[in-house]
T-cell receptor
């Protein structure tokens, strides 16, 4: 199995409940943020993104909230399903650079 | 189908034996990048390229080389692999142009490399 999930904080939620995954970003100059989902044995997959001129963006069952004052990003997953079990991590892009800076991730476990 | 393709997906090699991990994208993206993923450390950037013939070091470039002769390909070269390069490697591309604006990274499926 995959070893990249070792040492990660874990969030366990009941199937059907809502999940909230948090991320603190580091660079106040970051103007673009992305949430990724990584399932075991796979590459990271895009979930949702947000520009710094927005506070909230919604997708299908997911919502991203951005609080620039405290440099905090969150991902909300509504009605969590077993298929949502994965490692989730955020990425920030500082303005004026080509860099994508990744968080270390949170493992989401969905309990049946 | 839009995708980033890496090869090989799995490789076991020995110290000092040169190897290349290929990466190809079919989305006409200008930006491509290589990352390594290790437990507890997240994704760390090795090298990136803003366009053909334009490459630059990321956070952990030591022991690696890259080239960008064509827009779609961005191979990662380990001239003399060492055990500390045992890792899971990801290639990614993005439509992000210039050093601003949006543009998600599209990732390949990963290449698990073991150096004995």
């Amino acid at each position: 199995g995959e070893s990249v999930g070792l040492h990660l904080p874990t969030l366990s939620v009941q199937e059907g409940d809502n999940s909230i995954i948090n991320c603190a970003y580091s660079n106040s100059a970051s103007d673009y943020f992305i949430w990724y989902k990584q399932e075991s044995g796979k590459g990271p997959q895009f979930i949702i993104d947000i520009r710094s001129n927005m506070d909230k963006r919604q997708g299908q069952r997911v919502t991203v909230l951005l609080n620039k004052t405290v440099k905090h990003l969150s991902l909300q997953i509504a009605a969590t399903q077993p298929g949502d079990s994965a490692v989730y991590f955020c990425a920030e892009c500082p303005h004026g650079t080509y860099k994508y800076i990744f968080g270390t991730g949170t493992r989401l476990k969905v309990l049946a | 189908e839009a995708q980033v393709t890496q090869n090989p997906r799995y490789l076991i090699t020995v110290t000092g034996k040169k190897l290349t991990v290929t990466c190809s994208q079919n989305m006409n993206h200008e930006y491509m990048s290589w990352y390594r993923q290790d437990p507890g450390l997240g994704l760390r950037q090795i090298y990136y390229s803003m366009n053909v013939e334009v490459t630059d070091k990321g956070d952990v470039p030591e022991g690696y080389k890259v080239s960008r002769k064509e827009k779609r390909n961005f191979p990662l070269i380990l001239e003399s692999p060492s055990p500390n390069q045992t890792s899971l490697y990801f290639c990614a591309s993005s439509s992000r142009t210039g050093a601003a604006g949006s543009g998600e990274l599209f990732f390949g499926e990963g290449s698990r490399l073991t150096v004995l």
